[in-house]
């Protein structure tokens, strides 16, 4: 029998999965894209959410474009997630 909730954990984890790729601009990276898609694997959703923002709030040379910042809004939203990540993004997108 299915979680009640596994549709909105697949529809979560899709919206998740292309944010891997911020992960992949450099190979000294590659433990934290493994975290991730360990965190995506067990459902760790919201973590998997917070470690994307916080790799990207702490690269020293911030790359991301729009639709990494509307994925990020989006999942936010799907979860129902109330913090300062996507303001802080776009603050630094934005510089």
Known sequence: MAHPLQAHYEHVAALLQPLRAVFDTE???GQQREFFDEL????????????????LLDSLIPVFDASVLARIETAHR???LHDDCVEKLRSISSQ
């Open 40 to 55: 995506l694997a067990a459902n760790e959703l919201e973590i998997a959410l917070h470690l994307a923002c916080s790799f």
């Open 78 to 80: 799907a979860m129902d």
């Open 27 to 29: 190979a000294a990276h």
